[in-house]
């Protein structure tokens, strides 16, 4: 079993920088690629961002490519989401996800263990 904690989410303005981070326990995820999603109220949970367990392949929703940067720490047991240039459409619950497997994907029925979430939320 991996638990996966997020944090780092808040209220930012448009244009403004958040860094997620979520921290896994339970096994080390080295064997583990690792997904950020989110989920707007009334809407469905979507892709964000992947990276695999090497960090040798990563993966991106189109709107956020050259905003958003995935990476990992092994020896921390920890994934981040760097999050530039912030837009109100951004505002929404991101989770962190981990499966087991070597390549970046980006559906959610390919992740075994999710967080609980933290908001982010851009104001214009």
């Known amino acids: 079993q991996v638990q996966l904690a997020e944090s780092g989410g808040g209220l930012v303005q448009a244009g403004g920088s958040l860094t997620l981070s979520c921290a896994a326990s339970?096994?080390?995820?080295?064997?583990?690629?690792m997904g950020w999603f989110r989920q707007a109220p009334g809407k469905e949970r979507e892709f964000v961002a992947a990276i695999g367990w090497s960090a040798g392949s990563t993966d991106y929703l189109d709107s956020v490519k050259g905003r958003f940067t995935i990476s990992r720490d092994n020896a921390k047991n920890t994934v981040h989401l760097q999050m530039n240039s912030l837009k109100p459409e951004d505002t929404a619950t991101y989770y962190c996800?981990?499966?087991?497997?070597?390549?970046?994907?980006?559906?959610?029925?390919?992740?075994?263990?999710w967080g609980q979430g933290t908001q982010v939320t851009v104001s214009s």
């Open positions: 339970g096994r080390t995820i080295n064997s583990y690629s």
């Open positions: 996800a981990a499966r087991l497997g070597v390549v970046a994907m980006s559906g959610s029925k390919n992740y075994d263990y």
